[in-house]
Structure formats: structure tokens, C-alpha cells
């Protein structure tokens, strides 16, 4: 009963249960639909309702070796190797945010919701870029690069004197003023490395030139002289490192409130920008106002933590 009166007022629902458990609870999305046809229904799972793998549990780590992302993570002298961030769960949020913005769009024009889904698994199929498209169109299976790119060269990791950085040449205009600025003009004029093609042809030897020249020079200005030339360059931080960036403290990516200390949402918005107030809400914090809001008198309110349905703050009043 809290909960339909909460859907009578609601604009989304979001539920990351296994497919099926919504509906044993005669909260399944034709259901739902049919008493609330405004409502705006998210599922986020696995692997989706039906199919072959329908209704199975889904995990980032396992995601990413059954999609095919392990196999091109990773050198081959490690092996196939997990990206060391929950990437899977975390763009599967987007992928829903991005289907519920686009269902309610659609219900300003038809004035009906609809049932919309995000699943890891086709999130995680999705994010194989470039790699399913050469697949696709040349049959070749992708292959474990380290930090290089299969379309383009020079990109990839490098040695510095102090540590490493990383070079993002994607054109040959980009090619020639790395080689100036590393005062290596004779590199750009090599008739095996003047277009992409070629550099690709002759990786080995293209490293070889690009580390010797790189051994010994220091890493932030190299890559701060390359960036204002408009060549993708940039140090191989560590996470302290990046989070004490100038331009990191500038975009103030720290936040710190009462209780609370993280990294703010990278959503700025000009008009009505977010800050946290503090610590996220204990377990039924809010408890008491939201039921009042839903129009329960205090006798109910009680009887609603007596059965169980709407459970009193643990770390507050009854």
C-alpha cells in the first residue's frame, strides 16, 4: 500500500531485482503499468528477462570476461586482465538514465510511461569499440595490446625519465609536431612512418625511435608542451596524483560536506548546480516525512513499523 501510494505521485520507478521477483510481488511492469499508465518503469538486471541467459545474475568482473572486454584488457605477458574500475555497473546506471530521459520525452508527446530496461550484458557488448567492428568487417580476432590501439599508431604507454606517459597521435599533422617538439623532425619525413598505415606496418621500429627519444626527458612538461600544440598527450597518474590536479582542484572535484567527503558529479549544471549536504541518509531517515507526505496520520505510522512495511530509523526515534 506505501508503495502504490508512492507510484500514484511517482514519475520513475528503478529496480535492480532478478527478472521475476517484481512480478511475484504483483509489482511486475504490465501490472504496475496498468494501475500507474504515466509511470515511467525501469529494470535494470543481468541479463534481461528471457533469452538463453534470461533471469541469471549479473556482476561487473563477470560481465567483462563473458562480453569479450577481458580478452582485449591487458599485455600479453599478463594475460587477459579486468579494468580495474566496476565500468559494466557503472555505465549500465547511465544506460538506464539515458532510457528513462528518452521514455519520458516520449510520454510528453503521448501521455503514457513505459516500461524501459538496461542490462549489463548489452552494456558490456556495447563498449567493445573498435573491436566488434573490426571483427565484424575482417574476421580477425582481437588481440591483448597493452595500452595500444589496434587502428592507430603512436598510441600508447610510454617511458619517461621520471615515470611514463601516454600519446594519443590519431593524424599525421598530429605525428609531425610530436616529431618537432621531441626534436625529431626526421621521424615525420621516415618514409615508414608518414601516414598511419605505414606506422602501423612498422610498429616496432616507430617504438623503438619514439622511446630512445623519450628517455630521458620529464614527463608534465613534455606532455603540457604537446597538449598546447594540440598532440593528445598526458602523464600516467596515480589516483592521488589525479586527484590533487590544478585543474582538479579548480573544476573543485573535491567536495566535503558535514560527514561527507567524494568527488562531485561530473553533471554541472549553470542554473541550479548540485553540492551534498552531508552524509548520505541513514537506513528510514526520512522516513516520518515521506509517510506524512503520503498523507499517514502517526497511528498509522506506527502500525507501519509495527508490521514491518515501513521500518523505524535504527540510529533514531521510533
Same mark, same amino acid.
Given at each position: 500500500?506505501?508503495?502504490?501510494?508512492?507510484?500514484?505521485?511517482?514519475?520513475?520507478?528503478?529496480? &535492480?531485482?532478478?527478472?521475476?521477483?517484481? $512480478?511475484?510481488?504483483?509489482?511486475?511492469?504490465?501490472?504496475?503499468?496498468?494501475?500507474?499508465?504515466?509511470? %515511467?518503469?525501469?529494470? %535494470? !538486471?543481468? /541479463?534481461?528477462? @528471457?533469452?538463453? !541467459?534470461?533471469?541469471?545474475?549479473?556482476? @561487473?568482473?563477470?560481465? *567483462?570476461? #563473458?562480453?569479450?572486454?577481458?580478452?582485449?584488457?591487458?599485455?600479453?605477458?599478463?594475460?587477459?586482465?579486468?579494468?580495474?574500475?566496476?565500468?559494466?555497473?557503472?555505465?549500465?546506471?547511465?544506460?538506464?538514465?539515458?532510457?528513462?530521459?528518452? =521514455?519520458? *520525452?516520449?510520454?510528453?508527446?503521448?501521455?503514457?510511461?513505459?516500461?524501459?530496461?538496461?542490462?549489463? /550484458?548489452?552494456?558490456?557488448?556495447? #563498449?567493445?569499440?573498435?573491436? =566488434?567492428?573490426?571483427?565484424?568487417? !575482417?574476421? =580477425?580476432?582481437?588481440?591483448?595490446?597493452?595500452?595500444?590501439?589496434?587502428?592507430?599508431?603512436?598510441?600508447?604507454? /610510454? +617511458?619517461?625519465?621520471?615515470?611514463? %606517459?601516454?600519446?594519443?597521435?590519431?593524424?599525421?599533422?598530429?605525428?609531425?609536431?610530436?616529431?618537432?617538439?621531441?626534436?625529431?623532425?626526421?621521424?615525420?619525413?621516415?618514409?615508414?612512418? #608518414?601516414? &598511419?598505415?605505414?606506422?602501423?606496418?612498422?610498429?616496432? $621500429?616507430?617504438?623503438?625511435? %619514439?622511446?630512445?627519444?623519450?628517455?630521458?626527458? +620529464?614527463?608534465?612538461?613534455?606532455?603540457?608542451?604537446?597538449?598546447?600544440?594540440?598532440?593528445?598527450?598526458?602523464?600516467?597518474?596515480?589516483?592521488?596524483?589525479?586527484?590533487?590536479? $590544478?585543474?582538479?582542484?579548480?573544476?573543485?572535484?573535491?567536495?566535503?560536506?558535514?560527514?561527507?567527503?567524494?568527488?562531485?558529479?561530473?553533471?554541472?549544471?549553470?542554473?541550479?548546480?548540485? *553540492?551534498?549536504?552531508?552524509?548520505?541518509?541513514?537506513?528510514?531517515?526520512?522516513? *516520518? =516525512?515521506?509517510?506524512?507526505?503520503?498523507?499517514?496520520?502517526? !497511528?498509522?505510522?506506527?502500525?507501519?513499523?509495527?508490521?514491518?512495511?515501513?521500518?523505524?530509523?535504527?540510529?533514531?526515534?521510533?
Amino acid at each position: 500500500a506505501v508503495l502504490e501510494r508512492l507510484l500514484a505521485r511517482a514519475d520513475v520507478l528503478v529496480e &535492480n531485482n532478478l527478472p521475476g521477483t517484481m $512480478a511475484r510481488w504483483g509489482l511486475g511492469a504490465a501490472e504496475v503499468l496498468e494501475r500507474h499508465p504515466r509511470l %515511467i518503469d525501469c529494470s %535494470i !538486471s543481468g /541479463f534481461g528477462a @528471457d533469452g538463453p !541467459s534470461g533471469g541469471l545474475p549479473g556482476y @561487473d568482473a563477470v560481465l *567483462q570476461a #563473458l562480453c569479450g572486454l577481458m580478452s582485449v584488457n591487458g599485455h600479453p605477458a599478463t594475460g587477459a586482465t579486468r579494468v580495474g574500475i566496476p565500468l559494466v555497473d557503472h555505465l549500465a546506471g547511465y544506460v538506464a538514465l539515458s532510457a528513462i530521459l528518452l =521514455a519520458l *520525452q516520449v510520454r510528453e508527446r503521448s501521455g503514457r510511461g513505459q516500461h524501459v530496461e538496461a542490462t549489463l /550484458f548489452d552494456t558490456a557488448l556495447s #563498449l567493445l569499440v573498435p573491436h =566488434a567492428a573490426n571483427w565484424l568487417h !575482417s574476421g =580477425a580476432t582481437p588481440q591483448l595490446l597493452g595500452s595500444a590501439h589496434p587502428n592507430i599508431a603512436p598510441y600508447d604507454k /610510454f +617511458a619517461v625519465a621520471d615515470g611514463e %606517459i601516454f600519446l594519443g597521435v590519431v593524424n599525421d599533422g598530429q605525428f609531425r609536431r610530436f616529431c618537432s617538439q621531441i626534436d625529431q623532425p626526421e621521424l615525420a619525413q621516415d618514409p615508414r612512418f #608518414l601516414t &598511419n598505415r605505414l606506422r602501423l606496418q612498422h610498429l616496432p $621500429a616507430l617504438r623503438e625511435a %619514439i622511446e630512445a627519444a623519450l628517455h630521458d626527458r +620529464a614527463g608534465e612538461p613534455l606532455c603540457e608542451a604537446l597538449m598546447r600544440r594540440g598532440v593528445p598527450a598526458a602523464v600516467v597518474n596515480s589516483v592521488p596524483a589525479a586527484l590533487q590536479l $590544478a585543474h582538479a582542484q579548480h573544476r573543485q572535484s573535491r567536495v566535503e560536506a558535514p560527514g561527507y567527503v567524494g568527488l562531485r558529479s561530473p553533471m554541472r549544471l549553470q542554473g541550479t548546480p548540485g *553540492q551534498p549536504g552531508g552524509a548520505p541518509p541513514r537506513f528510514a531517515q526520512d522516513r *516520518q =516525512a515521506v509517510l506524512e507526505w503520503l498523507g499517514y496520520d502517526d !497511528s498509522e505510522v506506527t502500525e507501519l513499523a509495527r508490521t514491518g512495511a515501513a521500518p523505524a530509523d535504527r540510529d533514531g526515534p521510533a
